[in-house]
T-cell receptor
């Protein structure tokens, strides 16, 4: 059962709000990811957590703050966002970090649609 | 640096016709290759993957892909397309660090 669940599915927030996106997986995976996807574009990697430690930050602005409370949960805290941050935010997980190992596949959730007004 | 090229931005086929989506990759070592599908408003679903072994890979929903090292290609095929296959298709190459996606191919299926 490959399932990554994300909440909320839709979020509308003002530029002064603080909100969070949540992600959960129960596959025993040790790596979790946040991707950002704009319309008609491929996903872009934002953050990677491996064994609950931040291993990759793709120069993401500090208004996005990831948190990994435990191996099953991943949050993305949002504060003072801009309208151009409106996008689909995808959470993903894999058994190990990256895809360099045989059988290591990244599985995606359904995403959270974020609109900043 | 690794990269993926999907030369077709948009493809239209009739229901029941065959389908081939092209993917070319650039990678310095043995590539780990993936095809994902994204229906409108949805996340990415893994169709199939190639790590090693048999170069013809079978996936879900009747899709298959063939790895051709000499052509640096990993094209996706389906013998008979269904209306529910209309979606965006992404080819990706993986490394120890991350996935690199192609720009995607939008598939339209005509009745």
């Amino acid at each position: 059962d490959t399932e990554v669940t994300q909440t909320p599915k839709h979020l509308v927030m003002g530029m002064t709000n603080k909100k969070s996106l949540k992600c959960e997986q129960h596959m025993g995976h040790r790596a979790m990811y946040w991707y950002k996807q704009k319309a008609k574009k491929p996903p872009e990697l934002m953050f990677v957590y491996s064994y609950e430690k931040l291993s990759i930050n793709e120069s993401v602005p500090s208004r996005f703050s990831p948190e990994c409370p435990n191996s099953s949960l991943l949050n993305l805290h949002l504060h003072a966002l801009q309208p151009e941050d409106s996008a689909l935010y995808l959470c993903a997980s894999s058994q190990e970090g990256g895809t360099g190992g045989s059988g290591n596949t990244i599985y995606f959730g359904e995403g959270s649609w974020l609109t900043v007004v | 640096a690794q990269s993926v090229t999907q030369p077709d931005i948009h493809i239209t086929v009739s229901e029941g016709a065959s389908l081939e989506l092209r993917c070319n990759y650039s990678y310095g070592a043995t590539p780990y290759l993936f095809w994902y599908v994204q229906s409108p408003g949805q996340g990415l679903q893994l169709l199939l993957k190639y790590f090693s072994g048999d170069t013809l890979v079978q996936g879900i929903k009747g899709f298959e892909a063939e790895f051709k090292r000499s052509q640096s290609s990993f094209n996706l095929r389906k013998p008979s397309v269904h209306w529910s296959d209309a979606a965006e298709y992404f080819c990706a190459v993986g490394s120890a660090r991350q996935l690199t996606f192609g720009s995607g191919t939008q598939l339209t299926v005509l009745p």
